[in-house]
């Protein structure tokens, strides 16, 4: 067992203190754990303040949470402490900033003009923002995208399926 | 009723024109989306999930399910063709499979891959025949007592086994019973956890979440990451598919020891189709004359494997549909989905939906010759597909993902839902948090609230009471040590994996 330890690059209570800098840590671990300990206290303080926590015979609303709260929070502790003490592996840990944001606004902008505009529009503005995740399609490709996938939308969802879905509104109508 | 009269209500079932339908459209987008990079079946289930409303619970079931083990076919084409599995679990079909491939016997390992799969399914759909009746006849007797120790045991090994850190495993479940809990507590009529918001109040659909956490999160991750494959598609032929006599010879026990294995760990909680492949391949290295065939293009690494995904996929209904507890992320969307149609899961299904239960399980037998047939003629098809970029499919994807959204109440907030969930999903993702566990936590939450309740009214508030009654006693002991191999994990062992993949070095790509 020992041996497998020291080539895995165990928990080494010993010589950890010396060899590890602060950078070399297992940060995704340690971010990881925290945020669970953080949205698990949220979770328990949360319940017990607003709702009713009864007793273990007849629970209240408030019980179930707050135990799990804590629960998360301790589990949480026990994923980001050995992190703490442990080197982190070789895979970055980053996140890829411009997929996240540009596909996250590509709904938020169907969101708020699917009811508002109608679902071509909708679709083309959450096309038009997706593609900007990568940089491979040009405008007239990203057009001739948008104008394809709201025509299939069109065909299947609102002709076939028959969705409460218009193809376009008048903002200021009705 | 006898089994005879099952398999002929189920077969009445799956046979009307209706699920016949559903059913090939499942199998027929599975095996789309099983071919196609960057999208899983997972994915894929999620966003079909707000379209089934308006069915029959039956014919969704059939579809969604369809859709699932459907994947499994296409995944493995593409790990034969370009050394790109994909799914998870057919990277085991890359190691024997591409080989085979170069050396221009492709035909012959994609004919052997779809009888393997053919057979695995079969054996698989057989035991679920035997095997959920009786276990749903045991569980029926079960007390909230019981109930809510095979829940525990059911989450626990779900999430400690199959991940990467079990501790991870376990927060995660942990955080997906929190986000169940969201809404009006049906004890009191507390909306929990709405923050005054009115929408909030009727808690977050699954399909909401499903689709945030594995498509939204998915597209993020894979945009730049996925690259199309090109395959000249001439050179697979009906002749090149005939094998030689000692292919047939060599095919037909590995096919039958790897469906034994999918059987066996298909059923388990944790231990997914990745577990079952890996096994089989290591099982036929181990019994193999010469070893050092392997990885140099044996079609027994082929079949083996193959014969087990597909065991593993039919049989992992068993736990699902006999005791009402998903071992996996898509066994809980199934679940969810049933739950949509008002039908609750749990041990009471197959006696009280005989024909949703038996149905399901005659459209898997269809459903997989419909496979067979899809899969080997139309192989010239299925590879042009591979050969879409990217960058036009994600958009495409999203816009799927946000219809779905609006479609289920017709309400823009729920796409706003998907959009935040979503943000959440991808910094789970990149913190190496598994989604999965999330997903079966969300599930089961509410039942296992409703459960522990009840059962602490039955005891007056005494934890014993779980320790005293002899199964649920057993089934702590069990979840108690596998915390302790978590909590073992966590602090001593650096990521231990349950098998051991990275010695495999296969370029496998994240998959849900």
Known sequence: MLPSLAVTGGFHLDDTEEQLSLKERDWRDIVGGLLMVAFGLFVAIYAAEHYRLGTTTRMGPGWFPKHLGYLLAIVGALIALPAFFRKGDDEPFELAWRPLIWIVIGVVLFAATVNFLGLVPAIFLQIGASVLADTKLGIKGTLILAASTALAAYLIFVLALELNLQAFKNPFGE | ?512
């Not at chain 2, 099952?6 to 789309?32: D, I």
């Not at chain 2, 095919?251 to 990745?274: E, H, N, Q, V, Y």
């Not at chain 2, 139309?378 to 499919?393: N, Q």
């Open chain 2, 1 to 512: 009723m006898g089994i005879l009269d099952n398999v002929w209500l189920g077969l009445q079932t799956a046979a009307s024109w209706t699920n016949l339908w559903y059913c090939f459209v499942g199998v027929f987008l599975g095996t789309l989306v099983g071919v196609l990079p960057g999208i899983g079946s997972l994915a894929t289930i999620a966003m079909l999930l707000p379209f089934t409303f308006a069915l029959e619970p039956t014919s969704a079931i059939i579809m969604l399910a369809g859709v699932y083990y459907g994947g499994a076919y296409g995944g493995s084409t593409t790990s034969i063709l370009l050394n790109v599995p994909g799914s998870a679990s057919a990277a085991v079909a890359c190691l024997d499979g591409y080989p085979m491939s170069r050396q221009g016997r492709a035909g012959v390992a994609l004919l052997g891959a779809a009888c393997a799969s053919w057979v695995g399914a079969t054996i698989g759909i057989i035991a679920v025949m035997f095997l959920s009746p009786p276990l749903s006849a045991l569980a029926i007797k079960f007390g909230p007592t019981e109930y809510v120790a095979v829940m525990m045991l059911g989450l626990i090994a779900a999430a400690s086994l199959s991940g990467k850190s079990p501790m991870k495993g376990i927060a995660m479940i942990l955080f997906g019973i929190i986000f169940g809990l969201m809404g009006t507590d049906v004890n009191s009529g507390v909306a929990r956890f709405a923050f005054g918001v009115p929408e909030l109040t009727d808690g977050i659909g699954i399909a909401l979440m499903a689709m945030a956490v594995f498509g939204v999160s998915e597209m993020v991750d894979s945009v730049n990451k996925v690259k199309p494959g090109h395959f000249d598609p001439k050179s697979i032929t009906f002749r090149s598919m005939v094998p030689t006599k000692d292919d047939m010879r060599r095919s037909w026990k590995p096919m039958l020891r790897g469906s034994f294995l999918g059987c066996i760990f298909g059923p388990l909680p944790g231990t997914g189709a990745l577990v079952s492949c890996f096994s089989a391949y290591a099982v036929e290295r181990a019994l193999a004359d010469d070893k050092s065939r392997f990885g140099k293009g044996a079609i027994e690494g082929v079949v083996a494997p193959e014969a087990a995904n597909n065991a593993n996929d039919q049989t992992s209904f068993i736990p699902t549909m006999s005791l009402g507890i998903p071992d996996s992320a898509t066994m809980a969307l199934l679940l969810g989905a049933l739950m949509i149609h008002g039908i609750s899961p749990g041990p009471q299904l197959i006696t009280d939906k005989p024909q949703l239960f038996w149905g399901l399980i005659m459209s898997f037998w269809i459903g997989n010759i419909m496979l067979v047939i899809l899969n080997l003629p139309l192989i010239g098809i299925w590879i042009k597909l591979l050969a879409v970029p990217y960058h036009i499919l994600y958009p495409m994807i999203m816009s799927l993902i946000c219809i779905g959204a609006y479609s289920i109440s017709n309400n823009p907030f729920d796409v706003m839902v998907v959009a935040g969930l979503g943000v959440m999903g991808y910094l789970l993702r990149v913190l190496q948090m598994p989604a999965a566990p999330l997903l079966i936590g969300f599930v089961l939450g509410p039942l296992l609230e409703e459960y522990l309740r009840r059962a602490m009214l039955l005891s007056r508030g005494d934890f014993m009471t779980f320790i005293v009654n002899p199964i649920s006693g057993t089934m702590f002991a069990i979840t108690g040590m596998l915390i302790l191999w978590a909590l073992y994990a966590t602090i001593l062992g650096r990521k231990k994996r349950l098998v051991e993949v990275e010695h495999l070095s296969v370029d496998a790509p994240k998959v849900s």
